[in-house]
Every structure is written in structure tokens, then in C-alpha cells.
């Protein structure tokens, strides 16, 4: 059977492998410590759980808008000009299902076949798969470690043609935990101004910082950035809600409502009680927030400690998320593997540790590590680590 073209572009994960061999491993009864997990080990908040019940118990159970909510819509609207003093109208607004549809939605209204949408990279694994089931083309501008893997305006501006539609900021960022700092984005927004290019601004982990200092957003910098920029977030990594499939997206009306109308042809709306858990999120206390950042901050602080003491293995320390993305190319050579993917996949195999290859990000050198997990299992899986690249000298 021959299936549509859009899907026989798709690259498969290259995390599926590794995945599968560590479920099969953990089935068979090994001790393996995944350290791939993108999401958050702590229980959504109480007082979310509780806003969830009450609303199945009072009826909400039912179709809503296909762009949301009115009432998650203000809450998000309140949000936005609370923490960023960014003043959006409802229909600005989508809530969708999971920030990934957001995202997705937001392709599919946005490009046309051969536009380009500039990526930087290393990358979050679903934005070139997404631009290209629009038709879209991918161009990735690479991000050198040097520069903490952030794209300078330079390299921006080389990346633009006469197709370019548009181009993705994530800050702070997946698979790296970097982020942009004001300067650095009004440099970048000049260009985008000059050119008359789209912002992607995903700001999904801008509540997962550990430098003492806020989250800006580029659509702050000025009116005419603001209308050129959609800012792509949710609640899943802010308050982990990652099951709940509540994200959304805020920008220019035309486009809001083009995604809108797309949305009511297809998710029909995201899930009732899962707005009201939303709603509540928004409009409720930070305290169980704020804890789950410091125990995020204390991790990260002993996994880089504990993954840059081992021979080979250097690593830009990151600013926010919860993600470390070493560069193990010179520990890789020293212990005779062909690739970096070999060497993770010996790693498991081994020692029972599970990284994801930095192969799915575009950046071959690299690993990724979630430190989205107990602050033991992080120190075990560093011995274990540490163990692999010594008894392979």
C-alpha cells in the first residue's frame, strides 16, 4: 500500500531505538535509569487536581469553543500582560491540544508549499517534521557550542531569502536549556523587521529558569515585533500538566483565526476539564511551582558537576528547562566507537543507562539528559557513566 507523500517525508525518531531497547531491558528486569524523559516527575498541583473535579462533577463535560475557552482564554490573556506586560485581545488567543498542536496548527495556516522556515540547530525534534508536513522546507542554521548554541544575527540574516516565511526561537531551549538574552533577540528582531519574517517564539519552558533572572519574550520589544510574532506555550512543563494536552497560541488576529477554523475541522476542542485544570493553573498560587524550579535548579547543579568531571565529556552549562546536552564526541573517540549513537547504545546496553542521541537534534557530537528524575538516580546514572567511559580507555 502506498501512502501520502507528507508522511513518507517523515524522519523517524532516532530516539525510538534506544526507547525501545530500554523498555525491552526493564522488562526483562534490569535496573535501567532513562534519563530521556521531557517531562516533569512531580504530580500536577493539588488545587489543580481539585479545580479538575469539581468541573466533571458539575457537568463540564461537554463540546467548548474550538478555540478555547473564554475563561482559560482570559486567564491567558492575564497571564501575558502580568509577566510580560504583553496586552492581548480573546480573539488573539487559541488554546490547543498541547502546545505540539499549537504548533502544528500554526504550519499547516501558515506556510505554503517550499516556503522556508529557518530552524536553528540543535532543535527540538518535531519542528522539522512539522514545517515539512506543511509543505514547508526546513533550512537549519547551526548554532555552534562556542556561542552557548544560540544563532548569531549574522547567521541569521545569510539563512533569509526570497521564500523564507519564518523562523523559530525556543528559549529556553530544547534539547539545550540555553536562553536569549534582550540583546541578543532585539539584534535578532531587526533582521526579522528588515525582512518581513514570521517569529516562532516557543516559550514553553520560560517558568524553568535558574539564573535569577526573568524570561523575555521578543514580542516585547516593540508594537511592530509583537505583530509579527506568535508565541507558542502552555501548561505542561510551567505546571506539569504534560497528560492534560493544554497548550496555546497568541498572536496576530488573521492568524489566530485561521488556526481556529482549522482546529474546529479537526480536534474539534481541546479537552474540557483539562481547560478548567488550565484555568485554574493560571489563576492559582506559584508555591508548588516555585518548589518544583529549585529542586529542577539543585539537580542541575550536581548533574553538571558530576557529567563534566568525567574524561571526554564537556557540556555548556544551561539557564533553564531541564535538560544537559553534552558534547561526548572526544570520550566517543577515546573509547573506539564509530558514532556517538553506537557509543549510547552500548552505554544501555552495559551500564543500563539511557540517553537520547543528539542525532534527533542536529547536533551528531552531543547527548541529551533530562534531570527530570530523583537527584540519586541522577548521581547513580553518573557513576554508571563514568564507568563506561573509563573500562572503554
Known sequence: ???????????????LAITAKAKELK???????????????????????????KAMYDGFTKYTPAGGTPG?????????????????????????????????????????KDDEVIIPAPYWVSYPEQVKLAEGKPVFVNAKEENEFKITPEQLEN??????????????????????EKEELEALG?????????????EIYEKLIYTGTEHFSIAQLSEELKEQTIIINGVSKSHSMTGWRIGYAVGNKQIIKAMTNLA????????????????????????????????????LEKLYQWLTEIPGIKCVKPKGAF?????????????????????????????????VPGSGFGASDNVRLSYAISLDQLEEASVRIKRFVENHQ
Open 159 to 180: 539563512a533569509i531569502t526570497d521564500k523564507t516565511k519564518a523562523v523559530i526561537l525556543n528559549s529556553p531551549s530544547n534539547p539545550t536549556g540555553v536562553m536569549y
Open 264 to 299: 474546529s475541522h479537526s480536534t474539534s476542542n481541546p479537552t474540557s476539564i483539562s481547560q478548567i485544570a488550565a484555568e485554574a493553573a493560571y489563576n492559582g498560587g506559584n508555591s508548588e511551582i516555585e518548589a518544583m524550579r529549585k529542586a529542577f535548579s539543585e539537580r
Open 1 to 15: 500500500m502506498e501512502l501520502a507523500n507528507r508522511v513518507q517525508t517523515l524522519t523517524p525518531s532516532s530516539t
Open 72 to 112: 482559560l482564554k482570559q486567564s491567558i490573556a492575564n497571564k501575558m500582560e502580568k509577566d510580560h506586560e504583553l496586552r492581548y485581545d480573546l480573539d488573539q488567543i487559541i488554546v490547543t491540544t498541547g502546545a505540539k498542536h499549537a504548533l502544528y496548527t500554526l504550519f499547516q495556516v501558515l506556510l505554503n
Open 323 to 355: 535538560y544537559l546536552f553534552p558534547n561526548v564526541k572526544e570520550a566517543v573517540q577515546k573509547n573506539g566507537f564509530d558514532s556517538v549513537d553506537d557509543w549510547v547504545t552500548a552505554l544501555l546496553e552495559e551500564e543500563k543507562v539511557a540517553l
Open 190 to 202: 531587526k533582521i526579522c523587521l528588515k525582512h518581513h519574517i514570521f517569529i516562532v517564539s516557543d
Open 27 to 53: 522488562q526483562a528486569g534490569h535496573d535501567v535509569i532513562g534519563l530521556g524523559a521531557g517531562e516533569p516527575d512531580f504530580n500536577t498541583p493539588e488545587y489543580i487536581l481539585e479545580a479538575a473535579s
